[in-house]
């Protein structure tokens, strides 16, 4: 069963061609070019249906939408910035839920960060990149919708081509997910599978873990005469909680905003306070400052 990630594929051919080519240029000769199997893996082909892209599959006719996403949206919390979290309430958890929750409280008694993944750089993932307080583009293409998250610039593609969910022997387990979306009269329904447990959590503050049988389904859409994009998550996760956990989520239109380029960096995490990183170096500035006792 082959459920690497891509990279990791395209990385270890990239290895296998570096050697011929080094010896190739210490002997003064011209590297060897890529023969076309070579360079199906690294641009990772998948035979039988065209790219979301291309211009065979972006002419084919299909029925028009009922609405268009494309624009820049940002996560409505004028009502609470808790909003951006997707409980409480929660359903019944299971042990690695129930003692997240336990230790989430601990850590929040002691003023310290839980489970700072994304302050040590590991994608935010699926739901909570569509809630990280930044705002999100999305742009809509007849065969696919882009969103492009400006928290790690993390990119989410919803396909709506026709295109099925990849065989689970052949997928790739990601931070967002493979997502399948199909229109109906009034909505987008979107179907997300596949997701990489590790570092993987949801509502930051109470590092709620998954597993690779975390399955979102949402219906989005245009609410407030095309002002409002609301998105209604039904999440499931057989070996993580009981039933169904539902969660609606509200987005405002800003037409005056972009989304910016923005890494995440190691060393930027010193100046957050939020992360195990910034804590720590808060703490040791303000032991510096501290006053030194009188003899």
Not at 20 to 32: K, V
């Amino acid at each position: 069963m082959n459920r690497s990630a891509p990279c990791q594929l395209s990385a270890a051919l990239v290895l296998a061609l570096l050697l011929p080519a080094a010896t190739a240029l210490a002997q003064g000769q011209r590297a060897p070019g890529l023969s076309r199997e070579q360079e199906d893996e690294l641009a990772q082909k998948h035979d039988g249906y065209y790219g979301a892209l291309a211009p065979q599959n972006l002419a084919v006719s299909r029925p028009k939408p009922p609405f268009n996403l494309t624009g820049t949206w940002f996560v409505n919390l004028r009502g609470s910035f808790a909003d951006f979290m997707f409980g409480p309430p929660y359903p019944h958890f299971y042990k690695a839920g129930q003692e997240a929750m336990k230790r989430a409280e601990a850590a929040k008694k002691a003023h310290q960060p839980f489970r700072d993944a994304s302050g040590q750089c590991w994608p935010i993932g699926m739901p909570m990149i569509m809630t990280r307080v930044w705002p999100i583009d999305v742009i809509q293409l007849p065969t696919a919708v882009f969103m492009i998250d400006s928290f790690f610039d993390s990119l989410r593609i919803v396909y709506t081509d026709g295109r099925k969910h990849t065989p689970y022997d052949v997928s790739v387990d990601t931070y967002n997910g493979e997502s399948i979306g199909h229109w109906t009269q009034d909505a987008l329904i979107v179907d997300t599978v596949d997701f990489a447990p590790s570092h993987h959590y949801i509502d930051m503050d109470m590092g709620i873990p998954i597993s690779e049988k975390l399955h979102i389904v949402e219906r989005i859409t245009l609410v407030d005469d095309g002002h409002t994009l609301q998105d209604e998550f039904t999440m499931t996760d057989p070996d993580m909680w009981q039933g169904e956990w539902k969660s609606t989520k509200r987005f405002i239109r800003e037409d005056h905003s972009d989304v910016p380029e923005n890494e995440c960096l190691p060393d930027t995490d010193l100046s957050l306070p939020g992360t195990a990183a910034g804590h720590t170096e808060a703490q040791k500035q303000d032991h510096v400052k501290a006053p030194a006792p009188k003899p």
